[in-house]
């Protein structure tokens, strides 16, 4: 059984540019999330994503973006980026309807400069 | 809002000690719980879920409606329990995480 993983693990940036993040998921998992973790922070829900549409979305704006594809892995992108995106971005999937059980990648550490 | 607190950023006992992990939630309606544990160079993990009722490495937790707490409780710690505990609500993927406590066991 494959786990989740994330890539690139760790990438520099500077303000303003647009960032994608890849997440494959756990071999038979639908459904895939993402989290934001600053520093010192626990994660912080970004959106969902089942049969390649946005299912939930947390509190962030709309350069936050995202993709499902077929296979069931996906993608984060943030454009525009700011100082505060700097952060761990982490991916979980899970089945559809499994009560909140969630496996985690690595994540995917973002610095913005 | 809903939200989950974890008031200890850290919590250090012996080998051997009770531990316990506080988590106050605020949510409306019946609220899904559970402990995710990362141990050093690990991942995320679930550690349980409270409609399991299940004690999962020794651990615990019992949801109080009444004082909205969900605490994370073992009798007796041991030194490979040291890690970062993150309580959490929600469901279907959509979890509120609080900001995690610090367990560290000494020998």
């Known amino acids: 059984e494959t786990g989740v993983t994330q890539s690139p693990t760790h990438l520099i940036k500077t303000r303003g540019q647009q960032v994608t993040l890849r997440c494959s998921s756990q071999?038979?998992?639908?459904?895939v999330s993402w989290y934001q973790q600053a520093l010192g922070q626990g994660p912080q829900f970004i959106f969902q994503y089942y049969r390649e549409e946005e299912n939930g979305r947390g509190n962030f704006p709309p350069r936050f973006s995202g993709l499902q594809f077929p296979n069931y892995s996906s993608e984060l992108n943030v454009n525009a980026l700011e100082l505060d995106d700097s952060a761990l971005y982490l991916c979980?999937?899970?089945?559809?309807?499994?009560?909140?059980?969630?496996?985690f990648g690595e994540g995917s550490r973002l610095t913005v400069l | 809002a809903q939200r989950v607190t974890q008031p200890e950023k850290l919590l250090s006992v012996f080998k051997g000690a009770p531990v316990e992990l506080k988590c106050n939630y605020s949510y409306s309606g019946s609220p899904e719980l559970f402990w995710y544990v990362q141990y050093s160079r690990q991942r995320l993990q679930l550690l349980l879920r409270?409609?399991s009722r299940e004690s999962i490495k020794g651990f615990t937790a019992d949801l109080n409606k009444g004082e909205t707490s969900f605490h994370l409780k073992k009798p007796f710690a041991q030194e490979e329990d040291s890690a970062m505990y993150y309580c959490a609500g929600g469901s279907q993927g959509n979890l509120i995480f609080g900001k995690g406590t610090k367990l560290s066991v000494k020998p």
């Open positions: 409270h409609i």
């Open positions: 979980a999937s899970s089945l559809k309807g499994a009560a909140g059980e969630l496996f």
């Open positions: 071999s038979g998992h639908n459904t």
